[in-house]
């Protein structure tokens, strides 16, 4: 085996800014860009640096001529909306029959030929045989099939993707466990951090998200505890209002956009205040001004396969966590994390934490920045580079660089979590032996 380390990636990666023959990374997704800064844009802007990475998303109604709609961002993804007079939702295949010409000529008009692939989503794949691509990246994040809504062709178009995908990737131990013999080349890459984000010491107070945060907790009382996440059918309202209610004097304050759910089903109390979606850069602001930060997720089907990334950024913001037993949560982060299965638990796990002695407190930061530290996501991003250029022709090239070093030399495999019962990959890389295409 043959370590990566920061200078043997340095010289393997392309240039970030002066190749015209970087590859190209053409990644279809069910969730659009502006939604939630999450998994995609936290990997993709990084491989950008990289890789010419073009983020197809599903198409936009409009009575118009079709197009496909081009925006490029300042991290250097181009994001593609496809614009089509179908009315069905999401990769739908009458979407598809829209969607093939537009791409079609978008890459010859720039020359595009033998790309990368990468599919957030199997309902996607029926395009993927046109692009003719070197390698075939398949990012199962989450499971689909858990949904409240799944498209009928989902089971079979999955399968499909499995077999002919070059790489698939699962967004933890327990979706990994679920794919595990299904597929030679299996990796399980859990959500990083992005640890300086949301450092209390990089807070800059006189920032316009600062501001805006602290205005927003002005004349709250404490203790104030905090979500920020998705509002959808995996968050458990039942668990959220007992806590209310329970503890009136508490403040509860959750950010984000509601998605797939009524919010009229959202519990409305006097201590709740649900102040929205919220940008990516506010985030460690309004972690900021929150005693305890909370993952209260239901147990049911939607989250069997759940794995939060706020997991980590809140324990990079310092702060402490409660969360429901979701098994991921557990398996990745229990060491740091306080868990209870409903109100009455939750009630009890943030009475300990806010009576904490300073002694434990350090004692759990301690442990909580070790699981930080383990995973960032330029460390995660840097794995995934150096498996697509066993595919993609890469010449060397200038020295990248990456937002945090990775560490000089251990395996891209972790070593088995007892826990989990599954390797996972962390910041730490290994290449196969063999030679990568230069």
């Keep these: 085996m043959q370590t990566l380390t920061p200078d043997r990636l340095s010289e393997l990666l392309p240039a970030a800014l ?6 190209a990374l053409i990644v279809f997704s069910h969730r659009r860009w502006s939604f939630v800064f999450q998994r995609p844009q936290q990997l993709l802007t990084r491989l950008a640096q990289h890789f010419d990475v073009y983020f197809v998303e599903e198409p936009v109604f409009a009575d118009a001529e079709p197009a496909l709609m081009s925006a490029t961002h300042q991290n250097g993804v181009e994001v593609l909306t496809p614009r089509t007079k179908e009315f069905a939702s999401g990769f739908h295949d009458s979407q598809l029959n829209a969607m093939r010409p537009l791409i079609a000529e978008f890459m010859a008009s720039r020359g595009l030929r033998d790309p990368l692939v990468w599919l957030c989503t ?4 029926p395009l993927v045989a046109d692009l003719e691509p070197l390698a075939v990246v398949y990012d199962c994040m989450e499971d689909l099939a858990s949904s409240s809504v799944v498209p009928p062709e989902l089971a079979a178009r999955e399968q499909a993707l499995m077999a002919l995908a070059d790489v698939v990737l699962t967004g933890g131990p327990s979706l990994h466990e679920a794919r595990e013999g299904r597929h030679p080349n299996l990796h399980c890459l859990p959500s990083g951090v ?7 010491e990089n807070l800059d107070g006189d920032d316009v998200e600062a501001i805006v945060a602290s205005e927003l907790h002005r004349a709250m009382p404490h203790p104030r505890l905090g979500f920020f996440g998705v509002i959808d059918e995996r968050l458990d309202l039942e668990l959220l209002a ?25 519990p409305q109390r006097p201590n709740i205040r649900w102040i929205g979606p919220q940008r990516y850069e506010a985030l460690p602001h309004l972690v900021s001004h929150w005693d305890v930060c909370l993952l209260p997720l239901a147990l049911n089907e939607a989250t069997r396969f759940s794995s939060p990334a706020e997991t980590l950024e ?5 702060k402490p966590v409660v969360s429901t037993p ?10 740091a994390v306080h868990v209870g299965k409903d109100a009455e638990q939750f009630v009890a796990a943030i009475e300990d934490l806010l009576d904490e002695p300073p002694a434990a407190r350090i004692q759990r930061r301690a442990r909580g920045q070790a699981l930080v530290d383990a995973r960032s996501w330029d460390g995660a991003a840097a794995a995934v580079a150096a ?23 251990a395996p891209l495999l972790a070593p088995r979590d007892d826990s989990a019962g599954i390797p996972v ?5 290994e290449l196969p032996a063999q030679p990568l295409p230069m």
């Design 387 to 409: 498996m697509l250029l066993e595919y993609a022709p890469a010449a060397p090239a200038a020295p990248i660089v990456l937002h945090e070093p990775l560490a000089d030399a």
């Design 314 to 318: 809140y324990l990079a913001g310092g």
């Design 194 to 200: 992005d640890a300086a984000h949301f450092a209390p």
């Design 122 to 125: 199997p309902m996607a794949l």
């Design 242 to 266: 007992g806590l209310a209610d329970r503890r009136p004097e508490w403040q509860i304050v959750m950010a984000g956009p509601v998605a797939g759910i009524d919010p009229a089903t959202l």
């Design 425 to 429: 990959l962390t910041d730490r890389v």
């Design 18 to 23: 002066d190749r015209a023959d970087r590859p």
């Design 326 to 335: 979701i098994r991921d949560v557990i398996a990745l982060h229990g060491s």
